[in-house]
């Protein structure tokens, strides 16, 4: 048998800490979702000046990275120009973000999360995204 780890609303809590903070100090508010392992919203916040359209957008990110194992970006990257995941971007009804600003939280090899942010320059979600990730590692 395999043991499986779990994301805890503590994690999620320091992932969420983690990346408002970051979201402050280069001073874009941000919509941030945090999912578990099967893509589960666990945490939603959405800082007062965010994007109202920016929120659906950071859950699917989140959704993505945790589905798919990997960074939105890296996965938008294998959509393009017919690459061989194109099309699963409107997969799922949509929710499949190939956009930057999602990424999947590893804990000793074991998907456990992920984190999307949204409402800042595809840059600026990343960098959100990972101070959520390195607050919880």
Known sequence: MKQVLKLTLEDAKKMMDGAINKAIEIGVDMDIAIVDDG????????????????????????????????????????????????????SHQGRFCVVGGGLPLFVDSQIVGGIGCSSGTPDQDIVVAQAGLDACL
């Open 39 to 90: 893509g589960h919203l666990m945490l939603f916040t959405r800082m007062d000046n965010a994007r109202i359209t920016s929120i659906n957008i950071s859950i699917d990110k989140a959704f993505t990275a945790a589905a798919a194992r990997k960074a939105t970006l890296d996965y938008g990257n294998a959509v393009r120009n017919h690459g061989p995941a194109f099309g699963i971007q409107t």
